[in-house]
């Protein structure tokens, strides 16, 4: 499995963006997919997870209400949009596949396969 992650940038503080996660490789319907984020010092965190079969979501309590994580079947991609954005939101981004899961985990260390990551910079 592939993942080629794009979509970030610099946005002013409320502003939105849309990461977008291009997945391609053998048979993935039985994955889960995860953003991930790191910001500089920090340790990888879990934001966002699909399952891709059913399309059931879990979101980190830190952007709840304003990330949502969504796939689309027929394009092989999965997307984050990201509202509100906040100075703390800041790190580069990563998209992820767990291989043969019914359910989402959130620890950086299960996820099997990683896209190359993608800068967000939440800034005035």
């Known amino acids: 499995v592939q993942l080629q992650a794009s979509g970030g940038g610099l946005v002013q503080p409320g502003g939105s963006l849309r990461l977008s996660c291009a997945v391609s490789?053998?048979?993935?319907?039985?994955?889960?997919m995860g953003w991930f984020r790191q910001a500089p010092g920090k340790e990888r965190e879990f934001v966002a997870g699909i399952t891709w079969n059913g399309g059931f979501t879990k979101d980190a309590d830190s952007v709840k209400g304003r990330f949502t994580i969504s796939r689309d079947i027929a394009d092989n991609t999965v997307y984050l949009q990201m509202s509100s954005l906040k100075p703390e939101d800041t790190a580069v981004y990563f998209c992820a596949a767990d291989r043969l899961r019914s359910y989402i985990r959130v620890k950086a260390y299960e996820y099997d396969y990683w896209g190359q990551g993608t800068q967000v910079t939440v800034s005035s």
């Open positions: 490789g053998r048979a993935f319907s039985n994955y889960v």
